[in-house]
């Protein structure tokens, strides 16, 4: 199973973008939708409370110039005018406004639960509104309350059963709770609701198209992101990673690289082509420096090996094939400590000094049908960047 650190750049890099911006969204589809909420909340309180007010000022109005029209006609009744107001403001919206008091005369002026327990904090607080979402069995409500107090008009109607115009006192009796309010005294209450999902219907809309706008806004900026990656970084990367792997293989210089900016990549890809042109240098020197040797050894009177410190034979001249028996082709990669009757002593030696200097000795070579050679060897050891090299130099002993 591949690891994720072993995963392309480029897979890499979409992966934690699209990682990144699904996150962006998220959090900001949150706050969208907190901030909305939030507003929405606030467009409801300034609808309801503009409903309350209206039918508030409409009922104290009523209450302030009608005398006795509501004995004729039971429709300008202040509140009976204000709830049709209400009714009539409110018919283009999700939003139900009634009139609700404690002591109410209307049976559809009875206050719910919620209702009540406002209605008795206005006792105290006349000068309050509240709203809050409520529960009303499955459904959630935006509630909204806001109270009402008797004017010096309202007690025409709701002051004493004595003072009390005649159709009033013909429906509700002496005794009826719905008399004796005091000016100031809290008689009641506008209450406003709407289902919380109708409120929330358009915001539901509104982040969904927002959501969407962002998303597409994301992977526009993810494509375009991930295109100039590659165009400028990933692809030159990638050009130079084969480069690299070809000229390992082929031990081709030769080939360089487009230099198309003077940015970090172009300056990598400068610093590539300059260590080509390097290493095509000390290449050809280095063949020419092998050539000119081989053809030192050549035309040499001795013979001459060069072997590794296992004793590997790497270079051989004719003479050492005349000395050793055997053609050069054999000799290569044979052990020279083989040929030598003190070859493991020197190969013990070899392996065991940290310092090796040149030096002069005498050998026996065994050469082909048990041919013995005495001859004189100098060893010296040259040093390269990964192991040393040795060079024996043989020369026969005469007489």
Request: hydrophobic share 40%; with cysteine; charged share 25%.
């Amino acid at each position: 199973m591949t690891r994720p650190a072993d995963l392309p750049i480029r897979v890499k890099f979409f992966g934690l973008m699209s990682l990144l911006l699904i996150a962006l969204l998220l959090a900001s589809g949150l706050f969208i939708y907190n901030r909305q909420k939030e507003f929405i909340v606030r467009f409801a309180v300034d609808n309801a409370r503009s409903f309350a007010t209206t039918v508030i000022e409409t009922r104290e109005y009523m209450s302030s110039v009608v005398r006795g029209e509501p004995e004729q006609n039971y429709n300008l009744v202040p509140q009976v005018v204000a709830t049709q107001v209400a009714k009539r403001v409110t018919q283009n919206s999700k939003f139900y406004v009634r009139q609700v008091s404690l002591r109410y005369r209307n049976p559809g002026n009875k206050p719910d639960a919620y209702e009540t327990k406002q209605l008795q904090y206005f006792i105290n607080n006349p000068n309050a509104e509240v709203y809050d979402i409520v529960q009303s069995g499955e459904i959630s409500l935006f509630r909204y309350l806001q109270p009402m107090r008797a004017t010096a008009s309202c007690l025409e109607c709701h002051g004493s059963y004595e003072t009390a115009p005649d159709f009033v006192k013909k429906r509700f009796p002496p005794g009826h709770y719905s008399y004796n309010y005091k000016v100031g005294e809290v008689i009641g209450a506008v209450s406003v609701s709407i289902p919380v999902k109708d409120l929330y219907a358009q915001l539901g809309a509104n982040l969904k198209l927002d959501l969407l706008f962002r998303g597409m806004v994301y992977v526009i900026v993810t494509l375009v992101m991930g295109f100039i990656m590659s165009r400028q970084i990933l692809n030159p990367i990638k050009l130079l990673s084969e480069r690299m792997i070809s000229v390992t293989r082929t031990g081709n210089f030769k080939d360089k690289l487009p230099q198309k900016t003077k940015d970090e990549i172009g300056m990598l890809i400068g610093s590539f082509n300059e260590m080509m042109d390097e290493l095509s240098s000390r290449t050809v020197q280095s063949k020419e420096a092998d050539e000119r040797y081989r053809r030192f050894i050549e035309v040499a009177a001795s013979a001459v090996i060069t072997f590794l410190k296992d004793g590997k034979i790497v270079i051989a001249n004719q003479k050492a094939e005349s000395l050793f028996g055997r053609s050069r082709q054999e000799l290569l990669g044979e052990s020279i400590f083989g040929f030598l009757e003190e070859g493991a002593a020197l190969k013990e030696r070899l392996s065991t000094q940290a310092e090796f200097r040149d030096e002069a000795s005498r050998q026996i070579v065994n050469g082909v049908g048990g041919k013995r050679t005495e001859v004189e060897m100098v060893l010296s050891v040259s040093r390269t960047d990964r192991e040393p090299m040795f060079t024996a130099i043989l020369r026969e002993r005469r007489g």
